[in-house]
């Protein structure tokens, strides 16, 4: 199964807030106001030009077609190799606001959404006058546009195959009627996405006009954004609540994951802690069957989902069915459920510990840099980790797992990275027009100054690189993992958790780098020791995405020159912090070599590790015929997987070093005190 870095989503049934439920729709007017408050807020890009309008285009047929199975070659070559010509007169409409070439876009693509269903159709019909026989095997999405109206019709067969394949492989599918049904589902989900650019609802309606211009603005605001750079992005309210959701790992609702299947509306999980988890009566792979006695078995999954989100009700009454897998007998079922603020615990942290010698090593998997109003964070979560193996024993060293951690809150990042470090600059942020600010650990003291071990991969961005690069800058831990992380070492202003925002988006407004300068933009972190991860065969970081920034550096700031504060708050600075800066800890780069070879000896003499390296040495071969930034086999990270274990060996050692060092010392100290 292929897998999209940014991870697969389910719908989370919660309640949405007022800031997002009571917002205006877009107007084709908001668009010349919001472009310009991307060009005004962006590090490189300030007026449109016409490579812009370029990009623009692009990005708008690649967001409806990302798989090229809509779309001629013949159809979409005047906008994906536009002269410059038509670029400046395309460019000069849109700064008089007019938008015509986009709505003529989209028109095309409404033509092509009509040859696609007609091509689907006729497929269909077919399958069912085999009588369900289908004896094809999905193949790989061509990354080059169609130049016939027969290869479309087989890029959608594909498809319909491909997804086929995947309900095969997880429901049985032993009648025609049942195999019929996967289609009719695959139905329903493209149309979701085919109604919204035909303009009809989905019972296929016409859609109101202010709920068309409001998607004609959200597309084109979302390929302008897009254009700037890969990381900006314009979302719509929808897409907003999930981002903040990951952010914040806090939101109201009762915890029921739904997922809509052949056989209906199943539970996918439920959230520890949740009203429904707490009722002790919902199970996964229950099906939804009413909403306060309201049957929604002939209802679509949107319309569901509405009522889910019902924002006037603090309770809701649910109504579940529930199939005895081996006798087939049906429990049906009713729980009545009050939302709640739920903490996403199991998305925030992970931890365990291994025993060695007269105390122990912690583990913590941190899935991201998370912060809410409620006094919850990262930052906390760690530090009560830290505190809990310490009531286990003696906390001998700690590996710190940020393998598919891709990033949050930047100031998480520095009071994280500030546990392992006294005073001294964690992150150096540049912006538009060249002005620096430092980002700083001011606590005095670091939370723990063991034998520390950041485990990374290519997954590792954002926040996870700024923590691995600055420890690694300060050499108070190593890092270990994939050879490099992801690569992107930019600041991004966004207005997705600001209660007073109208709109929602994020727009690149300046590059960090840790302490010695350096940026992590392109290149990522590189591992001081290589211990490669299931996400080693694959294209993954910022070097392959379109319109990344370029890499640079800065001046290093371990002495840190307080150049942006005012003059008083630099002399209580002077007085209090820069005495107490964090030394570069030299020790462990002398050990590396070591290190690494005992690493390279114990990993060469494990035959599960040797194994795994063939493994992805065979994913490698295929990897190129992937797009970018996606894997295609499960990826499974774990609190004792190979990589895990390997850190903890690693930790291990250098627990064993610094013990040697320290009775080295000891004796010479023995020594003089003998000798005076």
Known sequence: MKRHIAGLFFFVFFLAQPLFSQLQPLKMQDVPRVMEKFLSLHITNKELSTAL??????????????????????????????????????????KHHDYRDFIALNQLIQVSILRAENFRNEWVESFVERDGEISLSPSPVNPQFATTEQELKERQKNRMVRFYSFHKARSKLDTVDRKHKVFILFENKIRRIEYNYLFLTQEGSPLPQDRIEHLMALRILKAFAKSLDTHTSFFSPEEAYEMRLGLEKQFNGV?????????????ADVI?????????????????????????????????????????????????????PVTQKEFHYSVSLQKQPIVMSEERIQTAVVPYGSGIIGKIILHSFYENGDGSSSERDIKEAIRSFRQKGDLLGLVLDLRENSGGFLTQAVKVAGLFVSNGVIVISKYGQGEVHYLRNISGRSFFNGPLVVLTSQMSA????????????????????????FGKGSIQYQTVTDPNAEIFFKVTVGRYYTVSGRGTQINGVIADIEVPTPYAPYNIGEKFLEYPLASDRVSAAYVDPLSDLDERTKRIFQARYLPFLQRVVSFWKKMLPTLKQKSSERLAKDPNFQAFLKKINAVHSRSSSLPVNMVDEPVVIGIDDLQMQESVNIVKDMIQMEQEAQEVRSDKESLLETGS
Do not use: C, W
């Open 53 to 94: 309008v370029r990009r623009s285009f692009k990005i708008y047929i690649e967001q409806f077609d990302p798989d090229r199975s809509y779309l001629l070659e013949k159809e979409i070559t005047p906008y994906l190799s536009m002269s410059e010509p038509r670029a400046k007169e395309i460019l000069e409409r849109l």
């Open 255 to 267: 915890g029921v994951i739904f997922s809509e299947g052949i056989d209906g509306i199943a539970v």
């Open 272 to 324: 520890q802690g949740s009203p429904a988890a707490k009722s002790g009566k919902i199970q996964v792979n229950d099906f939804l069957e009413d909403i306060d006695r309201f049957s929604v078995r002939a209802v679509s999954f949107e319309d569901v989902m509405e009522r889910l989100k019902n924002k006037g009700r603090e309770e809701i009454i649910l109504g579940f069915k529930r199939v005895d």
């Open 462 to 485: 954002s926040a996870a690189e700024i923590v691995a690069q600055a420890l690694q800058d300060y050499g108070v831990g190593l890092v270990v993992g994939d050879k490099r992380t």
